[in-house]
């Protein structure tokens, strides 16, 4: 099938992708966001700094990522210093920023990085995508802008705003569509300007032609070639694959502290929140007495049982409903599988999960109060 065929427009439109190209490039250059982690006159990324923001950037808005980029690169400035660290420090710095998995996947690749690679990572496409957690977006992203490569760096800020150019209306949840879009991509690429023409698409997916609501089209540098525009479709287009609903769960959170400690234990090591640490977390909604019941099946007993009210998480596929409670407890030892932790490593090695987070604001005045008065 040709590639207008697969994208669903006239062949014509694939014509003369160059001046698109050459208008956004100059945009880019006017309008680009200064990040930490972006080139300028007088800084140029390392490819490992390039990878670290990409994967953070993964799911996660700028403003939200440069803290974590931050304090990241100042803790572990390389391949070495990350295939080195403790799973503890990875998982602190990671904490907030979701999808654990992303940041013990970066730990694997640096591992293979230091054992194959001479711990440089690999100035080759296709190699970088043999290392785990790099797919296809993060190794053309690495690629052409940390070497210069021209391939290109196909997301979802990619896929939209070409399909708006374009007028496509062919269905991204056919992987043979992205695919084409990817190599429309490249074909757009200036051979000397691979990288800063996968940023400055990105950018205009980010900052001009939204995901959610009104596109800035007066703003845009295709405001003039632009099929979504001129026949104003955008609404439409991209065609997205029908969400599945996700699955809600009802759930019960207890904050239990002892002698100024949280009680916690891990999530088991595969699935949602793998192998994190979580307080009490138990099925379904439970009443005072069998959430006070529970405790005193562990060998406590909740005094001060007090409700800290109801809040949502939403991960891809489940959505949690929590309705969280507090109380402290005489010591107990901690049953199989739970640990207690002080307030000294909740602030410096343990990686709470943001799902938590509504229930938090609490923890101090609660260690505080644990504590054996007198
Ligand atoms: S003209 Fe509007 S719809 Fe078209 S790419 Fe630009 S912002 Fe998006």
Redesign the pocket.
Known sequence: MELHERLEIPPERLGGLGRPAALLLDWYHQNKREMPWRGTDTFTPTPYQVWVSEIMLQQTRVEAVRGYYSRFISQLPDVAALAAAPEDQLLKLWEGLGYYNRVRNMQKAARVVMEQHGSALPADYHALQQLPGIGVYTAGAIASIAFGIPVPAPDGNVYR?LT??LGSSAGLGDSKVKKALAQVAASMIPPKAPGDFNQALME?GAI??LPNGA???NA?P??NL?V??RESI?QTIPLLPEKKPRRVEERTILLIASGGKLLLSRRPAKGLLAGLPEPLNLEGYREPEQVAACVEEMGGRAQGLHPLGKATHIFSHVEWQMEGFSASSPLFDPPPGFFWATAADLKETVALPSAFRAFWGEVDTLLQNSLPQG
């Open positions: 705003v708006r150019l205009l001009v032609c596109p800035l089209c845009c295709w405001s632009c979504a525009r955008w």
